[in-house]
Each structure stands twice: as C-alpha cells, then as structure tokens.
C-alpha cells in the first residue's frame, strides 16, 4: 500500500520481527579461483577466512535477488505484501543507473504502490537503511517497513585482480520493522552512523559516474572495485569497535548486555579483533563469510538468518550489527529480536 500518514503521536518503537534471504545457486570456490588468478586456497583462508561465495547467474541482477529476499521474509513472517508500506533497498549495484531498484522489487513482490526508493552507503549501506525506516516508523510515517541489502558485486569484480576478486559476491537478505506501542527497551534502541570522505579512493569504483564516464577507452579495471586492502583493514579493525563502543555508551549498556554481535563479514581476522579488543566471546560473533565472502550491504542481514538457521537467534535477543565500508561509512544499530509470534 502507499504511505499515508499524519505526524505527531504518540511515538511507536520500531520492533525487528524477521528475516529473509536470497543467494544465487552457482558456488564459487577457492579451487576455482586458483585456476584463475595466481592466489592459493590457503592464501585466502589464511588470510579472510572466505572458502567460497556465491556468484550470480547471467540473467539475474540485483533486484531478482533482492525481490527473492523479500519473498522468503513476506513467507516467513506471514506478512501480506500489500500491507507493508516502506520499502529500502541498500545497493551499490542497482539494476539501472535509474531508476531505482526498490520500485522494481516491490513490484516483483506484490506490494502495489509501496514507497520504495534505495539507499547507497556500500558495506555500511543496510544500517542507514535500517536507521531511516526506524526514523520513519518512529515519527508515524511508516507502519510496517522492509529493508533488503541486496548486491550482485560479481558484475563490478575485476576478475584479474587476485587482491579483490577473492574476496567479493552476491547475496540479498531483508528484514521487517514493524511500528509498536510496545516497552522501552524493545525495537531499535539505538544507531550510530558516520563517515569519512577524505579518501574516496581507498575503495571505490574509480569510472562509470559522473566525474569519469565511461567511454570506449575506459579499461574495465577501471569500472571495477579498486581497495587499498591494508588502509580499509586498518580502518575496519579501528572503526568496529569505536562505533559500538559509542553506540553502548550513550545506550547505557555494556557488551556484556548484548547477545549476538552480527557485524559486516569483510574478513575473518577483522571480526577477531573485534571481539578481542571488545571483550565480546567469540561464539557470540556471527561469522560466516566463510560461505558468502564479502556481500557489502547484503552481508548483515545474510549473516543475521544464518544465526538464526544455527539456533544463535533466541527471541529478546539484544543484536549488535556494525557496518563499514567504503566512503568511508560506517554504522551499528542496536535491536531486540522480537520475530512475530
Ligand atoms: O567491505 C568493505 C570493507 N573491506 C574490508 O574491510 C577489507 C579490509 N582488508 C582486508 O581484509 C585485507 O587487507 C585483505 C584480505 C584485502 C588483504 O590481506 P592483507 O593481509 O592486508 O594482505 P596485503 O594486501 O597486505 O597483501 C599481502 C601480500 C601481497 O604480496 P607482497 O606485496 O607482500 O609480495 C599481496 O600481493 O599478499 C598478496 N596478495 C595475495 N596473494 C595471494 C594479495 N591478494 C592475494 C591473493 N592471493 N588473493
């Protein structure tokens, strides 16, 4: 439905009651990779943690993936598509330049006339989704939003390059926010959101806007992801635990209050660092790049259903979910577990 609304009520808090998921069927291994570029399957577990990723098929894009997602979460929580009234898709790898993928997939979803529109904050890009459907639904705007991470990075991989093509794929994953006069304490309690632009170039796709268009000329490792590898390790590793460490204080929580860490999956060693320097036990850290590789804003939600599919996700969970990546962005949101009984 569309999203009609009048603001100044009384203030609902915005509940997280499911989660879905969608990744395509072709599975690319290390082994494969070895035939591809000169790295070494123990390379790249040493050095990521990452065994194999999920490629695209030559027919799909982002919005098939993406429209999937939502499909499994609409199942799952038993939710009438016509009834949701926010759509957000987070992607650095829209279908078109415009228009937008939201339309699209909730077109592909059944939700006739939704407001839908994307958000692009790359690996950081579903928690500024996440927090402007909480902001929606907590001045009244929105009742019941959905918000997809969705990326098919294999299209921007530079497949001769072995720093970056062993690392990136394609997933979706989204989640329901759900407007409710419920307790204090429950919903979102809290985002932190941020960001530095003054080194666009540690990770970015350098052609294909509108400072350097592509022509005929342009190489295609110029319209492809580009990473100071080192420089945004350093920045992850330091903006991680900065993030939530704020996001805790002005909570007035402490680690110790929160049940499951579920943070962007870049690199195994990154997310050990962060439970060490944080003092958060490491089986309370989701981790599964290990099957997905780095899905960018696809990455939480993928990882948050994977908790779930394990039996991690126990209802009233306090979640931490962190984001980073390129701009440089960052965010954390701290949620309740509240699926809809
Ligand atoms: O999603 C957005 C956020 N992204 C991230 O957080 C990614 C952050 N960065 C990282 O995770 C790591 O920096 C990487 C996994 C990308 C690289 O790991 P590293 O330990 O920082 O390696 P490095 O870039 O310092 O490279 C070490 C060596 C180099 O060789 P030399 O110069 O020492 O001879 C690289 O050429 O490893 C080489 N190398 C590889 N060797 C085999 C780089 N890629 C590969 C490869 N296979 N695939």
Redo the contacts with the bound molecule.
Sequence with gaps: MSLVATTGRARPRARLTGVGTYVPTRVLTNAE?EEM????DE??VS??GIHERHIAADDEATTDLAAAAVRDLLERTGTDPSSVDLLVVATTTPDYVFPPCAPLVGTKSGMDYVAAYDTNA??SGFMYGIAQATGMIESGIARRAVVVGAETLSRIIDWDD???????ADGAGAVMLEADEGEQGSGVMGVELGSDGSSPSD?WVPAGGTRTPRTDDTPRAESCIQ?N?????R??TRILVESSNRLLTEAGMTIDDVDLMVA????E??LDHASERMGIAREKVVMNLDRYG?T?SA?IPLALADARDRGMLEDGAVLLMVG???GLTWGSVLVRWEPRS
């Design positions: 990779l570029v000169d790295t070494s390379w790249i050095r990521t790359v690996c072995r720093a970056t093509c062993v690392l990136f990770l990473m590898g080192r420089e945004v390790f920045f992850a962007h999956q870049a690199n060693r990154i780095n960018s990455s980073f990546g390129a």
